[in-house]
């Protein structure tokens, strides 16, 4: 399978790239994609939620009232959760909500979204450029010329193409990533990817194993 290299300016250069039939043209699996999307989305949660339970309420301990005699139940401290300013019952206590999946299962999910991405055109590949200073009037002129700019879009560079990185980081329709912090997540939510030469070498060289 082969694309079509395309330069900054939106147009079709000489240059093809050949993709790799197991990356890009599979057959999604779906559960897999879903597994990896939960375990993405579990490990972005802080977990630091806490709510006091009985033991560790900061309240008298004095007997409110006698035993028996008076009708009602009995009752011992303040601390109880029945009374307000009590304990919470089975309250939420921190905990860690990530999840071990396996790295062969990962790279099934990355494959899948890819080659689904490829069935509908998502896909341009983009040879590699940079800026000489940080400027997001230049970023947003790319955008442009790929037609882009009206579209939630994802930007893979390879690794050290920090002017590119800083220009975008002012824009909310687009993301950029090195290839070394490509994620399920973001992949499912552009609506176009866009993969500079150097990053998909590596992206796929790290997809085959």
Known sequence: MELKVLNIQGKE???TVSLDDSIFG???REHSVYLEVKQYLAAQRQGTHK????AEVSRSTRKIKKQKGT???RAGSMKSPIFIGGGTIFGPRPRDYSFKLNKSQKRLAKRSVLSQKMKDNEIK?????????PKTKQFIEVLKALG???KKSLFVLGEGNDNVYLS?????GTKVVSNSELNIYDLINANEIV???GALEKIQENLRK
């Open 13 to 15: 250069t000489t240059k």
């Open 26 to 28: 599979i057959e999604p």
């Open 51 to 54: 709510a006091k339970e009985r």
């Open 71 to 73: 009708g009602g139940a």
């Open 125 to 133: 590949v983009l040879e590699d450029f940079s800026f000489e200073a």
């Open 148 to 150: 882009l700019d009206d």
């Open 168 to 172: 975008s980081r002012n824009l909310t």
């Open 195 to 197: 993969f500079l030469e």
